[in-house]
Structure formats: C-alpha cells, structure tokens
C-alpha cells in the first residue's frame, strides 16, 4: 500500500468544482504535489469562460481524459479510484486501488446523486450522469410512454426533449418548474410543450458540453458515481420512443406517486379500477390523485442528495438538512483541513440578502475556486474575503429554447408577503417579472431576448429606491439603460 507524504493538497471529484478547485491550487502552489481523486475517468473542465456581467457568468464543459490536466499542471497527479475511506483526525484518505494518501488539506467535491423516490426499483430511472442518460435513451427508444416525476430543472429539460413517446408529466406542486418559475412563467412557456417538435428545433445559444470521443466509459470500473451532467445533458443523444404521431405531454398538477406496481401486482392487485381499460404495460403509477397510468418506465427528477457516504464513518462532520456538508464562510467542514465544494456542500454561512444555494454549474465552478483561494490563504496565513459572487445569486440557462436568467430572490425566495411583482408578458416573445421589497429590487426572472440583464443586474446590487418609477419600469416604450444611466 503506497503512502504520500503529508505536505499535499488533495481534492475529490473529477466534476467542475473538484476540477477547478485542483487547477487553481495547482497553479498558485506549483511546487507541491496536488492529488485530484476521482472516480470517473474522465474529468470536466471549463472553458470559453465569459463574465457575460458583474456576477453572470457564461461557459462551456468538456469532459476530458485527466491527462490533459496533468500535462497543463505537472504538478497535479489524477488518480482514477473511488475514496472509500476518510480517516479525518489522520488526515488520510484511502482509495478504492488500495492506495492510501495523507494530506495537509482537502477539498470535497464529490457532487451529488439523485434523489430516487424509491430505490432498487427496476422500473424507476435517474439521471445524473452520461451512464444515466445513455440507459434512459435505451429504454425510451422501447417505449410508448413513461411518467416523470419531478419539477425541477432536469424534469423541465426531459418532458421538452422527449419525442415520439407519450409523457405523463407529474407534479407536486399547482405550476411546472416551480423550482425556477412562478405559476405566470410557467404559463409563458407551456404553449413551447404543445408546439410542434420541428417548430421548436431552434439553434441552442447556450453553454454547451461536449464528452470527450475516447469511448471510455463514465462511471468508474465499480460502478462509481461519474460527474452530473449538466445544460444540454441531451445534445446529441436522440431521446426518441417508439409512437410516430405521439400525444405530447399531459401533465397531472398537485400529485406525486403514491405507488408503482410491477404488470403482476398490478393484475393481482385489489384495486377498484377497470384494469383491462388501462391496457397491458410494464409498470403501472399511482398517483395521490387516485389515478392510475400504466407505463413503460418512471423517471425519477425530485432533486439530488449530496453524496456524502464516502466520508462519513468515523469522522465528525457537521451535516445541513439537505443532508450536505456544511461548510462555513471559508468553505470549512467542521473537521479540520477539510473543505467541500460543489454539490456536496451545504453553504453554512449567514448568506448575502441576494443569494440563494442551488446545485446549479456556474455555483460549483465558483466555490471550487473559491474553496482552493480559502485553502491558499489557510495555508498562507492571509486573510480572504468572502468572493463576490456570493453576493448576488444570477444564473442564465435555457429552457423550452428561451433564454433564461434568474437574479438574486427570482421567486421572492424567503420574502413572505412583503414583496410586490411587476410582469410584463408578450406571449411566445418574453416574459420579464422583478421582485421589489420596499420599493427596492432584490429579484428578476427574464424570459427571452430581453436584454434587460445587465441593467437589472445593477439596479438590484445597487439598490436604488424605484418607488417613483412604478410600473414605467417596465414600460417597453422607454429604454430602461437610458433612464438609469
Ligand atoms: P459532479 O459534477 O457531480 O462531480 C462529482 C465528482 O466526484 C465526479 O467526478 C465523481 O466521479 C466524483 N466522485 C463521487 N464520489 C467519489 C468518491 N467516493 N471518490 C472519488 N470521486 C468521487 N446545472 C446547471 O447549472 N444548469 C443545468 O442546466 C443543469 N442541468 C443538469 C442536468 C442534469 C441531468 C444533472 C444531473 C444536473 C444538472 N445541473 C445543471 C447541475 C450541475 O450539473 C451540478 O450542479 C454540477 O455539475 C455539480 O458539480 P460538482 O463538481 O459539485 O459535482
């Protein structure tokens, strides 16, 4: 069993936070060994970086063999093994090969898992990685129709991709994509469900990801956790059933699965429903509504949980409700010499009054650089401030092929009734919605080409008082960038 010296920096996970964290530490201390432990084969690295604005941040991914970070840092070693043990108090780390590694400080980026509703059932499906999503695409390519279950980002992407198989669509709570939207904008863009596909084919304008073409596969040799994907997860791979003229998606509002029988459970079961009129399928849901879909799989979209598992036993870290690591305004867990980063980690820190936690891409690139600035700093002895990026949650994805960009407390996030909304719609064209509190901006969702990003931006971390403007801010006849400048 090989054993490192102490004086190292070691990271966990091959994703954007683990990658970034690893690059940066390897480039401010370039005489010592870093160690990127991961348990896919690939990594994911960013590139075409673009600060779009003073906190929106635009960038592509590409998954890459680790030798392209070894030759760009000759000082960062990538182990392909999965951590199975972490003795914190030692300061040491052991891998799946066998190795064990000790370490002066360490970061934990090992992401998160989805958050199945049931587990071990052969009928429900996940998606978290390129292993995940190229098993979802096989299935699909059998199938007539499948029931998703979900409202966040992943759901959204899916019931909009998915062609040639009926969706059965359902949600807990009253709008779609609830995580993202309010009840207005999910109205905005229901029409692009109904749309015809061919119609909806536009170019994607957003970040894209691309994999790495060395046919090697993603998760590790034990099955091991590959890195989540993320925007444009389905660019590339056909998500097709078998139904040529299929009838779209059917959404059922305010329910969630109450059961999944197996086609025999179902026909032995004593349920009061005219079985033979839901016809003959693999599985069959039922929903808290009462009805009951027959189906040919349930993908599972509720949220991840943080995967922590690895890290746990024997050690004393301080776990947040979601089951993350807590991590303090240094990016610290509560043992000593270890960070977390990413997905894994639960920001413990008394937040800005404009920023939200959401296990989003551009938030794992960010506290992954801002983990190893706080881990070089530790290790210096200098002081660090808290990143700027904490300041203000912004975020500019796609959905439905609409540009979107959320700022700062988009859903009036944590304002009880002490808010007021402004919306301004123009049907299939945009759909722009700012949160004021006290006459002051603290959100927005923009929807479309709207330009609006930059100014919103500024008008929300400024913090002017837009009492005397009232709806005019929204009035599309006056150029809002002028009146403010
Ligand atoms: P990950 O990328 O999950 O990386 C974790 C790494 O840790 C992996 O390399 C894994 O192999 C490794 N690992 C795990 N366990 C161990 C272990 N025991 N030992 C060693 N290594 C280990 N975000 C957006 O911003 N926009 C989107 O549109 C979007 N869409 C998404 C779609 C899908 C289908 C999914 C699943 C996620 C999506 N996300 C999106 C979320 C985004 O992908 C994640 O927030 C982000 O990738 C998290 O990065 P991470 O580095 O923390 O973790």
Request: hydrophobic share 40%; with cysteine.
């Amino acid at each position: 069993m090989a054993s490192d010296k102490q004086d190292t920096f070691v990271v966990v996970g091959g994703g954007i936070a683990g990658v970034t964290c690893a690059e940066q530490i390897a480039s401010q201390f370039a005489s010592d060994e870093v160690y990127l432990l991961t348990a896919s084969p690939l990594v994911k690295t960013v590139t075409n970086f673009k600060q779009v604005s003073k906190t929106l941040e635009e960038f592509d991914i590409e998954e890459k063999p680790s030798s392209v970070l070894e030759e760009k840092y000759p000082n960062l070693k990538v182990i392909q093994s999965a951590v199975k043990l972490l003795r914190a108090k030692e300061h040491l780390l052991q891998a799946e090969n066998g190795r064990t590694i000790h370490y002066k400080k360490l970061c934990i980026c090992s992401g998160a898992k989805p958050k199945l509703f049931t587990q071990d059932n052969p009928h429900v499906l996940g998606i978290r990685d390129t292993d995940s999503a190229q098993e979802f695409q096989k299935r699909l390519s059998k199938a007539k129709r499948i029931v998703v279950i979900g409202n966040g980002g992943i759901a959204l992407e899916l019931v909009h991709e998915v062609e040639g198989c009926e969706v059965i669509w359902a949600i807990k709570d009253k709008a779609m994509g609830n995580t993202f939207f309010d009840a207005g904008a999910a109205q905005f863009l229901i029409p692009s469900l109904e749309a015809d596909k061919k119609e909806r084919s536009l170019p994607c304008k957003r970040a894209h990801y691309t994999t790495d073409k060395t046919g090697a596969g993603h998760s590790g040799a034990s099955g091991e956790l590959g890195s989540a994907l993320g925007p444009d997860w389905h660019a590339g791979i056909e998500l097709r059933g078998t139904v040529q003229n299929s009838s779209g998606v059917h959404i059922e509002y305010k329910c969630e699965v109450d059961k999944i029988y197996t086609q025999q459970e179902f026909l032995q079961s004593k349920l009061n429903t005219k079985k033979s009129e839901l016809g003959l399928w693999p599985a069959y849901v039922q929903l808290t509504n009462g009805k009951i879909y027959g189906c040919d799989f349930v993908v599972s979209a509720t949220g991840v949980v943080p995967n922590t598992d690895p890290f746990l036993s024997g050690n004393n870290f301080e776990l947040a409700g979601d089951h993350g690591l807590r991590v303090d305004d240094h990016m610290r867990t509560s043992e000593q010499d270890v960070y977390a980063a990413g997905d894994v980690c639960t920001a413990g820190w008394e937040p800005s009054a404009l920023w939200q936690q959401m296990r989003l891409w551009t938030q794992a690139r960010q506290m992954g650089w801002y983990a190893a600035r706080c881990m070089a700093a530790d290790v210096l002895e200098e002081p660090i401030e808290m990143d700027f990026c904490f300041e203000l949650f912004s975020h500019i994805t796609k959905f439905f092929n609409y540009k979107v960009v959320l700022l700062g407390k988009f859903n009036a996030q944590g304002l009880g009734l002490d808010h007021e909304l402004l919306v301004r719609c123009t049907k299939g064209h945009e759909y722009v919605k700012v949160v004021l509190t006290g006459g002051r901006m603290v959100g927005a969702v923009l929807i479309g080409e709207t330009d609006l990003e930059e100014t919103f931006e500024n008008l929300i971390l400024n913090q002017m008082d837009l009492s005397r403007y009232g709806e005019e801010l929204l009035n599309p006849n006056i150029d809002i960038e002028d009146y403010f400048d």
